[in-house]
Nanobody
Framework: QVQLVESGGGLVQTGGSLRLSCAASGTTFWNYGMGWFRQTPGKEREFVACTSWNGGSTFYADSVKGRFTISRDNAKNTVYLQMNSLKPEDTAVYYC??????????????????????WGQGTQVTVSS
């Protein structure tokens, strides 16, 4: 079955950096877009960034644009989220998800949680002020 495993979270000071990884197994990873979302207690899961199946297109939430970079290594079945200039408001559990559709072009649906069908367990990111 499809498994996604996030890693790389932790505690960092404001202005610091972290790189999250999401390793996939049980799927033809290179055929699907991947996304990163985040969630804080009492709130819905929020879109952060996504990449197309071949890495040729990326979308970002306005709140992270210019600070975060999503990338993927299809040879390693892994998608990354490089997070720089971190702020306390970036504190959340970060989840990676797999697009529901084979080789779909990124579009408005790519920012929606329900367009991802498999999720990892999440990794906690805490940014101290």
């Amino acid at each position: 079955q499809v498994q996604l495993v996030e890693s790389g979270g932790g505690l960092v000071q404001t202005g610091g950096s972290l790189r999250l990884s999401c390793a996939a197994s049980g799927t033809t990873f290179w055929n699907y877009g991947m996304g990163w979302f985040r969630q804080t207690p009492g709130k819905e899961r929020e879109f952060v960034a996504c990449t197309s199946w071949n890495g040729g297109s990326t979308f970002y939430a306005d709140s992270v644009k210019g600070r975060f970079t999503i990338s993927r290594d299809n040879a390693k079945n892994t998608v990354y989220l490089q997070m720089n200039s971190l702020k306390p408001e970036d504190t959340a559990v970060y989840y990676c998800g797999r697009d529901t559709k084979f080789r779909r072009t990124l579009g408005p649906q790519s920012r929606l949680e329900h367009d991802y069908d498999y999720w990892g367990q999440g990794t906690q990111v805490t940014v101290s002020s």
